[in-house]
């Protein structure tokens, strides 16, 4: 099997650099790496580097490049880029997608697979997300500062026969895989937590261990976190019971001094995620006749539209 990974930032670093260790050139399976810049270039050259709480290890990849050519079809495209980027790295990635290409998003938000569908026009769609911190330390090297990586994937469909053989191909990566009959709880679950802790921190400019402490900026956190979930059950997906109060547990979880990525990129002006988060909970919350008052608040105020 080929499988590409699009996208060698944090997350998809840590992926990448397991599966290819996995998985050498010359074996059963090859791993490619669309990437960009010093990076790529350090890379192709030298391996992509993990500095993993396990160990720090390197790998290589059967190829290295910033367009997909000479490849051929891809059987398995992991997508991990911003959501901004989304579209851009499609539209690079399309040359190595057939009809038959399995396309496994691994990012933020919930309406991955549709926009990728919407560029791609071909493949194979599955929701996924993963539980993943890691960041691009340097070009070359990613390093994983979660203790564990966990994937959960799926067909919208339900139907999971078809896709059984991949979550072999993890195997011995030290990456957890749950194929599912029902991803879109698996990603609404997640983003409940990300989209709310995303807006609550970067609009009051707050760690998560302040949030936490202040009484508004937690009412405010429930409230995002309870638009979020009105959201998704009118899209007929139906979280579990309690999922409201599993989700504000989770943030005394975090050191209390954790910042959010979108916190992080506000602070420092650049371009965030906000239309991945509270963008979508706003035009969605619009279509389907759901109020989304906090959720147009944080976007008015960190988009400002």
Known sequence: MKIGIVGLGGVGGCVGARLARRHPPGGEHAVFFLCR??????TAREGITLVAPEGTFKAAAAGVAEAPVGWGELDLLIFSVKGYDLEGAADTARPACGEKTVILP?????????????????????????????????????????????????????????????????????????????PREALWQ??????????????????????????????????????AQAVARAQGVELPAGIVAETVAKLSAFPPQ????????????????????????????????VPVVLHEKVYRALAGR
Not at 37 to 42: D, L, P
Not at 212 to 227: N, Q, W
């Open 190 to 227: 997640k983003f409940l937590f990300i989209s709310a802790a995303a807006g609550v921190t970067a609009l009051r400019g707050m760690t998560l261990g302040e949030v936490v402490a202040d009484p508004e900026a937690s009412e405010m956190f429930r409230g995002l976190v309870m638009e």
């Open 106 to 182: 691994l990012l933020n938000g919930v309406d991955i697979a549709d926009r990728l569908k919407s560029c791609l026009g071909r493949g194979i769609f599955l929701d996924g997300t993963i539980y993943c911190s890691a960041f691009l330390e340097g070009p070359g090297v990613v390093r994983q500062v979660s203790p564990s990586v966990q994937v959960i994937f799926g067909p919208r469909d339900g139907v999971t026969a078809p896709f059984s053989d991949l979550p072999g191909l993890f195997e011995g990566t030290g990456i957890a895989v749950t194929l599912t009959e029902r």
């Open 37 to 42: 810049g010093e990076h790529g270039r350090v």
């Open 258 to 289: 954790t910042k959010t990525s979108l916190q992080l990129d506000h602070e420092r002006g650049r371009r965030t995620e906000i239309e991945t988060f509270s963008g979508y909970l706003v035009r969605a919350g619009r279509d389907l006749g």
